[in-house]
């Protein structure tokens, strides 16, 4: 589903350069868990943007379902991704002015659904959740994991081959973490391929793959399962 | 899709109410002073633009050489209307509107003095006024017929049906109603309440054939087709021929349309006139609408680290660029929406008040489909305006940045939002100093020496049996302390009816074509209005038998005629042979904002409208008043008793400019006060961003003071920044004002200190209530919050 070969993403200021990412090649199948892992500015979080296509590298090869993409425009991007990606954030990136319900039924929006068949779809997903009793709340008046699972619920509404997860435990006590990464595993057992990137070596434990990195490159791999 | 938008921004706007308040208040008193101002020009640009024949009517004026200067005027002669309909037949009709004068109508016991004025039946076919009740073509046939406006009709007949009905007028002669005439509207320039045939003005002998005077507006509609350039080198010569050759007069056709806003002639040429004040105000307008505008944009802005996480989340979850800046917009057009609701509330609100002030009937058309057209449309450009920079900047926020939380506000030392800030400062300062600087002018003026003392000075017009028991009212007055002196005029003090380039004096170049002033007294005029007299004396008919052909001069048309010794000179003017008695100091006549102009005063041989009165002030002016009416009353029973004070009369000279003023006050208040919103809208995020920087601060030792300088101190610069741009804008627009005036008040360095001070107070007293609120809060309290 992913191929990626000798990714560069370099980072430039009037006095500094940053190598980000350092020709980087990395696969993933579809169906697969793979969780990142590594020390803070190795490249783990310009990997997933790059993946999720919210970034553009600037050398090497991207192709995702079999379509070159690396240097797609900004509307083929947002194309693509409205209707192949997923996203759950560590601090869930709720918008506060839109309700539980109403945060759930945005990607459809985007991608043109209608009224009706957004109703069924986002209650669907919020019943699958577990949060359907929530969705005339606004995030505020949700915990922690409350939130990440309607985060959880807005990345999956749509139905993406591919979720891009940045640390989505960060922000949640262990129990709460638990239950997300539960959710997870649920959606990849369904079909849904997942990148995680962690610091958690718990949460990475339910992948099949752990890529580990180290200064913009992978430095081991480690097949779970 | 557009429901998810608007949910929210009502969702926006009810989270951050101070905001929502301060936008909206913002743009409403925006868009509803720019409201205001654009009823007053739309009234101003239709002014006689509504007739359906309008592009075939024009206004005939003359062009001639004199004072040196190729000068246009539209008063002509009143045979030149019936000479051109007899003789050119391109014109398909043509009219003579007399001045208007007030006329006494009697009705049983109803007494009312009446404005109106005398036509030809030629005007009911080319003005789009329309009659309610009668026949165009028949209503002004007989010499006796009268058409009156339905609000004169209501207040002489009632309810009453007033066609063929008779009413009495100028106490002699029985009118019958032969039509009613719709209300005029209030963008024409004529003033009447009824209309009377031209054939009337015979009737009374007050119609001449004579082509030296000057004295009627003529009107002539062209025929279809008809080529008005043609018609105009057809008709140049006209008055020349009939006059055979003795003054060298041009006559053209000016067109209706233009005649109210491009009124100025300069060498003959149109040289603008009333369009340059709606040019200005029309700016002034829009320039108040953009600095509400530029408030909701920098309040957008500076709240964009609040919108940043929703652009990054709907970027994430597929929005395209496109898709987030029609959502911005909409935003911002809904919140035009809604201060348009409230603007409108506001202008019905202040309408009754800004009418007295313009002096019109301005009113918003609630049941024209045009006015909601025109409100969608204005509503949308506000919105498209307002939210232009937000919706493009909010828009291109990178994702990435904003949801890792890498999005910083940009602090560099020129932003957009800086400039914004400075462009409103600059138009809210450039305004203050155009106030203080009109003032100036305006009370520079005012105090100019009028030449006459006008206090207890009134005058009346002469009407009725008022001329014929004179003496006796005279006397009355005289005999019973009412009054000190009394003098008939042929005009009042404070107006020039009559001008001539036709004096003849000794030693006179025959190519002189000096414009002299005409005014007449009956005598004693020096000691009713309290004129200085520098050379012999004043008309004394009682003392000076001989003064019925004495007369007066003033210091410019001594100057202006050359002599050396005016006593005694003898002055030619319409066949009468005068001799100078007197010179007097110059005095005001018309423009107090205008040089002295040569005058001539004629003794009691001249013409008569006005009698001066000059009360004795030992009265009360209320005892002086309800004697005078009693003594009137007696001597001139059917007319009622209606008198001006000079005073008055002469501050009226000042009403254009002070209505200007005014404006300007209330418009460069309004600005300032919607500066200040926005600028304490600006303060208020400041502190909130900085409230980190302030704990520290504070922790480290600053004191109050030095944290409220801190934060006063960037916008400061932006105000001082604002001083500079705006002082030479200011003065090169007020120099250029100031030139339409002879008599002018220098602009002096000083009124740019007053206004640079003024906005600096201004904008610390609103910065400094945010700076000082942060500046006093506990850190500890403020550390904690971030």
Redesign the interface.
């Known amino acids: 589903m992913i191929k990626i070969t000798n990714l560069e993403k370099i980072y430039r200021t009037e006095e500094v350069e940053t190598i980000a990412l350092n020709k980087l090649t990395i696969d993933v199948k579809e169906g697969e868990f793979v969780a990142i892992m590594g020390p803070s500015g190795c490249g783990k979080s310009t990997l997933l943007n790059i993946l999720g296509l919210l970034d553009d590298p600037d050398g090497g090869s991207f192709i995702f379902n079999g379509v070159e993409v690396a240097h797609f425009n900004e509307r083929k991007r947002a194309d693509m991704r409205k209707h192949n990606i997923g996203f759950v954030f560590q601090s869930f990136n709720l918008i506060d002015e839109l309700t539980v319900f109403e945060n759930v039924e945005l990607p459809l929006i985007y991608t043109g659904v209608k009224p009706a068949d957004r109703k069924k779809r986002v209650e669907e997903v919020l019943d699958k959740m577990q949060i359907m009793h929530r969705r005339n709340h606004y995030p505020q008046q949700l915990s922690g994991g409350q939130q990440q699972r309607v985060a959880v619920a807005r990345a999956v509404v749509n139905n993406p081959k591919l979720i891009l997860a940045d640390e989505p435990t960060g922000n949640l006590d262990s129990s709460n973490g638990n239950e997300v990464m539960e959710l997870l595993t649920d959606l990849n057992e369904q079909g849904t391929t997942i990148v995680m990137v962690t610091h958690s070596e718990h949460d990475a434990r339910f992948s099949h793959r752990i890529i580990r990195m180290l200064d913009g490159t992978t430095v081991t791999e480690n097949i779970l399962i | 899709?557009f429901k998810?938008f608007f949910?929210?921004a009502f969702?926006?706007l009810l989270?951050r109410k101070g905001f929502t308040i301060i936008n909206i208040s913002g743009l409403a008193i925006g868009m509803a002073s720019a409201i205001l101002i654009l009823l007053w020009v739309q009234n101003e640009v239709s002014r006689d633009r509504f007739h359906e024949k309008g592009d075939r009517i024009y206004r005939a004026y003359n062009k001639s050489i004199f004072d040196n200067k190729l000068q246009c005027w539209s008063t002509t002669p009143k045979i030149l209307a019936p000479t051109i309909q007899k003789d050119y037949p391109e014109v398909e009709e043509v009219t003579r509107v007399h001045w208007g004068a007030n006329l006494l109508f009697s009705l049983g016991d109803k007494r009312l003095n009446v404005r109106g004025t005398m036509v030809d039946s030629g005007f009911l076919h080319m003005f789009s006024l329309p009659l309610v009740k009668g026949n165009p073509d028949k209503a002004l046939s007989n010499t006796y017929s009268i058409i009156v406006t339905e609000k004169l009709a209501k207040k002489l007949f009632s309810d009453e049906d007033p066609m063929n009905k008779v009413v009495k007028i100028d106490n002699r002669d029985n009118f019958t109603v032969t039509a009613v005439m719709k209300d005029l509207p209030n963008n024409t320039m004529f003033d009447f309440e009824y209309l009377l045939p031209w054939s009337y003005m015979k009737a009374r002998d007050w119609d001449d054939d004579n082509w030296d005077n000057n004295s009627t507006m003529t009107f002539v509609m062209l025929k279809q087709n008809a080529s008005i350039t043609a018609f105009n080198n057809k008709i140049k010569n006209i008055t020349y021929d009939h006059l055979k050759g003795r003054e060298k007069i041009e006559v053209f056709m000016y067109p209706l349309e233009d005649q109210y806003l491009y009124n100025r002639f300069e060498n003959g040429k149109p040289a603008g006139g009333r369009i340059t004040t709606i040019r200005v105000f029309t700016t002034i307008a829009m320039l108040i609408l953009l600095i509400a505008c530029i408030n909701f944009m920098n309040l957008s802005t500076a709240r964009s680290e609040k919108r940043a996480?929703?652009v990054?989340?709907?970027?994430?979850?597929?929005?395209?660029?496109s898709?987030l800046i029609t959502q911005f917009l909409g935003e911002s057009v809904l919140i035009a929406l809604i201060a348009a609701v409230i603007a409108i509330v506001l202008v019905q609100l202040a309408l009754p008040s800004y009418n007295l002030l313009v002096k019109k009937n301005l009113r918003l058309e609630f049941g024209n489909p045009y006015f909601w057209l025109a409100g969608l449309g204005f509503v949308l450009f506000t919105g498209l305006i307002a939210g232009s920079y937000p919706a493009f900047f909010l828009s291109s926020f990178?994702?990435?940045a904003v949801?890792?939380?890498t999005f910083r506000k940009v602090s560099a030392l020129i932003t957009p939002r800086k400039v914004l800030v400075v462009a409103q400062f600059t138009f809210a300062i450039a305004l203050i100093i155009c106030t203080i600087i009109i003032q100036h002018q305006i009370n520079y003026a005012q105090q100019r020496e009028t030449g006459y003392d006008r206090t207890n000075l009134a005058y009346v017009f002469l009407c009725g049996d008022m001329e014929k028991n004179m003496q006796l009212i005279k006397n009355d007055l005289i005999s019973q302390g009412i009054a000190t002196n009394i003098s008939k005029t042929s005009a009042p003090i404070t107006e020039s009816w009559s001008d001539s380039w036709g004096f003849e004096w000794p030693g006179k170049d025959p190519n002189d074509k000096t414009d002299f002033y005409r005014f007449c007294s009956d005598g004693n005029l020096v000691k009713t209005t309290g004129m200085k007299i520098i050379q012999g004396r004043d008309i004394d008919l009682i003392n000076y038998p001989t003064d019925s052909t004495a007369l007066v001069l003033n210091e410019s048309a001594v100057k202006a005629m050359n002599l050396k010794n005016p006593i005694g000179t003898p002055i030619k003017d319409n066949g009468i042979d005068w001799h100078v008695v007197g010179v007097v100091q110059d005095f005001i006549l018309q423009n107090p904002y205008e040089p002295m102009r040569p005058m001539v005063v004629e003794g009691p041989k001249g013409w008569f409208n006005v009698v001066h009165i000059k009360f004795n002030e030992a009265n009360g002016m209320q005892k002086n008043i309800a004697e005078t009416e009693k003594i009137f009353k007696r001597y001139n029973p059917e007319y009622p008793f209606e008198y001006k004070f000079v005073n008055e009369e002469y501050a009226q000279k000042f009403a254009d400019e002070e209505t200007t003023a005014t404006l300007a006050r209330l418009f460069s208040a309004l600005t300032i006060f919607i500066s200040c919103l926005g600028l304490f809208g600006l303060a208020t995020y400041m502190a909130e961003n900085r409230i980190k920087e302030i704990g520290v601060r504070k922790v480290l030792g600053a004191s109050v003071a030095n944290i409220t300088a801190l934060l006063s101190r960037d916008f400061l610069r932006l105000v001082i920044v604002a001083i500079v741009i705006a002082t030479p804008i200011a003065w090169w627009a007020m120099h250029n004002w100031l030139q339409h005036y002879t008599y002018r008040v220098p602009i002096s360095w000083f009124t740019f200190i007053v206004a640079g001070v003024l906005a600096i107070v201004i904008a610390l007293a609103t910065v400094s209530y945010q700076a000082i609120k942060a500046a006093v809060a506990n850190p500890v309290k403020s550390l904690r919050t971030e």
């Open positions: 899709m998810n949910k929210v969702r926006n989270k996480k929703e990054g989340i709907r970027k994430v979850v597929g929005a395209m660029k898709s990178r994702p990435v949801l890792k939380g």
